[in-house]
């Protein structure tokens, strides 16, 4: 979940070596292919204005960040409760005996 650099002067991170693994599943292919696309729009600008410096490369860290970081952001956050034994009985109390709650939930996270 730790947020890192993914542009670098040359260089560019997707996929798992940017992190961009899904905190609730490990699965990273859907991930690493839509970090490819925000970096091939980058790139093809880079190859154009033959600037492969840092910020010539940064738009990809702004493209990873409003393509991926909100989803990656509540599978954390979920993750992060699912570890309290007292946010859990909460949750489940909700699932179970509320129709309002569950609907909180769903729309909340999925």
Known sequence: ??????????????????????????????NAFRSAECAAAVI???????DFSLPSLIAYENAVEAALRPELRKGYFIQKISRNPLCLKWI???????????RIIANKFF
């Open 92 to 102: 489940f109390f909700l699932l179970k005996n509320l129709r309002i709650g569950r």
């Open 44 to 50: 093809q600008k880079a190859l154009a204005a033959n």
């Open 1 to 30: 979940s730790k947020q890192r650099p993914l542009a670098f002067n040359g260089a560019i991170l997707i996929g798992d070596a940017a992190g961009l693994v899904d905190p609730m599943s490990g699965e990273g292919i859907e």
